[in-house]
């Protein structure tokens, strides 16, 4: 029997231009689905494979064409219903490396030395950077968003724009010999020690009062030029002027520092103030030392003709420098593996020993209000300068001071021992140097205590009776 020949023209299947759609077996009924949990995993949706999502659609819709391959993918892209992991082999997300490069960048920064903000701000980026790149393998990970929260919050913290360098995770390449915070950083790694390096204060202001690398505090008299660092890398030479007549009390109106040179870093660099001339350049004109852009050393004016501040990246140092009045104060942070290293021949330091004991004019333990056992002394005494009595110096000093510590006792002495109100202000921007830099928040204040060394809480009429008594040893 002849087969009917088809009309030219005539329309093929539904789904096909090119030919004859085969006739259609009937399909056999569908088996039920096996039931599969929504999610599984971190973050990846439990789906059947690509392929046999188009056949399951298929059965379902029989009257319509499947669309092309790429059609479906890209509408199933655009609903968000197809994860990197479905049809593909996954990337492997790689946040953990990116936490650790940023922890080996950091742990040995130190939040109290110079310089840690922008390495700190680096560091971020470059986290910020890894966390981008494998963003796309990371989706639906805790960790990974957790990271990215938290690195938002840091930089917030931290006033770290998102644009700026960023820090290599190879510490070999990164290592600086004109930073002392890089090259320290990278040899305790190197040892396994996770221990910053160790940092020392030493303070000098008012009358004088020094605070030494020990945290022992002395009022002494040291008229004339003194050394108050001299070490392999930096010396520091205050000179004392009688401040009233008839008066064994001094203030500092004059400092002259030397930054020795250094390798490749810096050549010598010798700084001096005097009273009204506080320069914001070292004496051969200069603000800075060493080559490049960061410089190794460099001088910053906050506040002209009143407050500079020098930051010696090469030996990780950085030294205040004040007028308060007609008087200098001066404020020095450096690590103890540098301050420690000087000869026999430089022993007569005064922030690394203390004044000399003939020189001290407190009671030997940093007590400048605390000299007891003395019978009160005439009233009239205790007004020592005119002006000011107990009473009014102790009002005064509790206002800019709040906490009695040693600096407002500082304080309260030098109003009695010299009538210049001025002292007040240098005690309050002392003890300001000491938070900005003293490496141990629990040591920035200093109390009385008893002989033993335990805190002394004593009595109002002990600490004026001590101040009286102490008047009256300056005077004679």
């Not at 009257?63 to 993918?73: A, D, I, T, V, W």
């Not at 709040?402 to 309260?412: G, L, N, T, W």
């Amino acid at each position: 029997m002849m087969r009917k020949k088809r009309k030219r023209g005539a329309p093929l299947g539904p789904c096909s231009s090119h030919g004859p759609r085969p006739a259609k077996a009937p399909a056999p009924p569908p088996s039920p689905e096996p039931t599969r949990p929504a999610w599984t995993g971190m973050g990846l949706r439990a789906a059947p494979s690509c392929a046999a999502a188009a056949e399951v659609e298929q059965r379902r819709r029989p009257g319509l064409c499947p669309p092309p391959l790429e059609l479906l993918l890209l509408l199933l892209l655009s609903l968000g219903l197809l994860h990197a992991g479905d049809c593909q082999q996954p990337t492997q997300c790689r946040i953990q490396k990116c936490t650790t490069d940023f922890v080996s960048l950091t742990s040995h920064l130190n939040s109290a030395i110079d310089g840690f903000d922008s390495e700190f701000c680096k560091a971020l980026r470059a986290y910020a950077g890894c966390t981008q790149r494998t963003s796309k393998a990371c989706r639906g990970n805790l960790v990974y968003h957790s990271a990215v929260l938290g690195i938002s919050d840091l930089m917030s913290q931290r006033n770290c724009s998102k644009d700026g360098p960023t820090s290599s995770t190879n510490p070999e390449v990164t290592h600086d010999p004109c930073n002392y915070h890089s090259h320290a950083g990278v040899r305790e790694h190197r040892r396994g020690d996770q221990n910053p390096p160790s940092y020392l204060f030493c303070g000098l202001f008012g009358d004088p009062h020094l605070r030494t690398f020990k945290d022992h505090f002395q009022t002494c008299k040291v008229e004339g030029a003194w050394p108050l660092i001299d070490n392999n890398y930096l010396s520091v030479q205050v000179t004392n002027v009688p401040v009233v007549p008839g008066s064994s009390a001094t203030a500092t109106n004059k400092i002259t520092i030397i930054f020795k040179a250094h390798h490749e870093c810096t050549d010598q660099k010798v700084y001096q103030a005097v009273t009204d001339d506080l320069p914001a350049a070292f004496v051969d004109g200069t603000t800075s030392g060493g080559d490049g852009d960061a410089k190794s050393l460099r001088i910053v004016e906050r506040e002209s003709g009143h407050y500079v501040e020098m930051h010696a990246r090469y030996i990780g140092t950085t030294v205040f420098v004040r007028q308060v009045g007609r008087y200098l104060t001066l404020a020095i942070r450096m690590p103890e593996d540098l301050a420690m290293s000087y000869e026999e021949s430089q022993d007569l330091q005064l922030c690394m020993n203390g004044c000399p004991v003939s020189e001290r004019i407190d009671d030997g333990q940093g007590r400048v209000s605390a000299i007891l056992g003395h019978s009160l002394p005439r009233t009239s005494l205790v007004q020592a300068w005119p002006g000011y009595t107990l009473e009014t110096a102790n009002t005064q000093c509790h206002e800019k001071m709040p906490v009695k510590d040693i600096y407002f006792q500082s304080c309260v002495f030098d109003l009695l021992t010299t009538g210049d109100a001025n002292f007040t202000a240098a005690a309050h921007s002392a003890l300001e140097d000491v938070e900005a830099l003293h490496p141990r928040k629990e040591r920035w204040h200093i109390f009385p205590s008893s002989g033993n060394g335990t805190p002394r809480g004593g009595s109002n009429l002990s600490v004026s009776l001590g101040l009286t008594c102490l008047i009256l040893i300056v005077f004679l």
